[in-house]
């Protein structure tokens, strides 16, 4: 039996499948909603019949168990027995159809907040694969304990936490381009990395599998501060503070960082949009290593490898983590 992924959150799913395992999108649901049109237009104008064989064929595409799917035969056992002509009044219809109604509205906010919620979750579920590794697990720990010892045990386990997050952003990158990858592997002392077993087919592949890990590790960052503005603990903000100088370290365009293999795919000027950036927000909070970035990519926007076509999306994303990340720099750390 073939399989196929998930658009939501790339879980593999046999073809004949109604709902995903894991984010519990439907599988169908363009397909669902142009029956639900269907349906709609021909109640509107009082053909009964082409509504009952557009619900009988949606029916077929839900789940047994799905609220939307007693809605609809509840909505099928109201025609086969109505003397009359169809009602056309929004209470008559199903409202994930017509969308029309206050109850309808309601209903597909409800559902909508449950598919992101699920997402989240979803999200959270995959982050925990990693650790179904031995090698990922034991070198954790190895790394949390030579943490501990330097700034305690709360301190080590949100800073490797925010780590392995970063990691994770990778993995998942990889996986939507089909690229086999390992675990994260962390290095006591040093950081993380995972391995991929191909390499990208393009520069634009590369350079997004490169700037997911700054991307999920700024998630990483956000939750430290939300849980410190929350608390008060300064413990929070310490951690939402070295996750991001650490993702920003990673934006350094050199070699295999991540900031190298996002600068592959922008042209000499795109570079220098990056460069001046990194100038302004060194201006602005004084943060050497934002200088050590800006020189890098000034020195990298004169070389030879800047390829003629760029790429705007890569740089949008390049610029936009500089901006998020000197913003949390800026807040510094609040002392005890």
């Given at each position: 039996m073939s399989a196929v992924s998930c658009p939501g959150c790339d879980t593999e799913y046999a073809s004949t499948a109604l709902v995903c395992p894991n984010c519990h999108r439907l599988v169908h649901g363009d397909e669902l909603k142009g029956l639900g049109a269907q349906a709609a237009a021909a109640e509107l104008r009082g053909d009964k019949a082409a509504a009952r064989t557009a619900f009988q064929r949606a029916v077929l595409l839900l789940p047994v168990?799905?609220?939307?799917?007693?809605?609809?035969?509840?909505?099928?056992?109201?025609?086969?027995?109505?003397?009359?002509?169809?009602r056309t009044t929004p209470e008559a219809r199903p409202a994930w159809v017509t969308g029309g109604g206050a109850i309808g509205a309601?209903?597909?906010?409800?559902?909508?907040?449950?598919?992101?919620?699920?997402l989240v979750f979803g999200k959270l579920k995959f982050l925990t694969l990693g650790f179904s590794k031995a090698g990922t697990l034991f070198s954790f720990l190895a790394s949390f304990g030579v943490?501990?010892?330097?700034?305690?045990?709360?301190?080590?386990?949100?800073?490797?936490?925010?780590?392995?997050?970063?990691?994770?952003?990778?993995?998942?990158?990889?996986?939507?381009?089909?690229?086999?990858?390992?675990?994260?592997?962390?290095?006591?002392?040093?950081?993380?990395?995972?391995?991929?077993?191909?390499?990208?087919?393009?520069?634009?592949?590369?350079?997004r599998i490169g700037l997911a890990g700054p991307e999920w590790g700024l998630?990483?960052?956000l939750v430290a501060?939300?849980?410190?503005?929350?608390?008060?603990?300064?413990?929070?903000?310490?951690?939402?503070?070295?996750a991001a100088y650490l993702n920003l370290f990673n934006l350094l365009p050199i070699w295999q960082l991540d900031g190298g293999r996002g600068f592959a795919a922008l042209t000499r000027e795109q570079r220098i949009v990056v460069a001046v950036t990194l100038a302004v927000a060194w201006g602005v909070t004084g943060q050497g290593l934002l200088g050590l970035i800006g020189a890098a990519a000034a020195y990298r926007a004169f070389l030879s490898d800047a390829p003629p076509g760029g790429d705007t999306g890569v740089?949008?994303?390049?610029?936009?983590?500089?901006?998020?990340?000197?913003?949390?720099?800026l807040l510094g750390v609040p002392r005890h």
């Open positions: 168990e799905s609220r939307q799917r007693l809605t609809i035969q509840t909505r099928l056992a109201e025609l086969d027995g109505e003397p009359g002509p169809v309601i209903t597909l906010i409800v559902w909508k907040l449950k598919g992101v919620l699920l943490y501990w010892s330097l700034w305690g045990w709360r301190y080590a386990l949100g800073f490797l936490v925010a780590m392995y997050i970063h990691e994770m952003g990778h993995v998942a990158a990889l996986r939507r381009f089909g690229i086999p990858a390992s675990a994260p592997m962390f290095i006591p002392g040093v950081g993380a990395f995972v391995r991929m077993n191909r390499h990208p087919a393009t520069a634009g592949e590369d350079a998630g990483a960052a501060y939300l849980a410190y503005g929350t608390t008060g603990e300064p413990i929070w903000a310490a951690i939402g503070y070295s740089l949008g994303r390049f610029v936009g983590l500089i901006l998020v990340f000197s913003s949390m720099l």
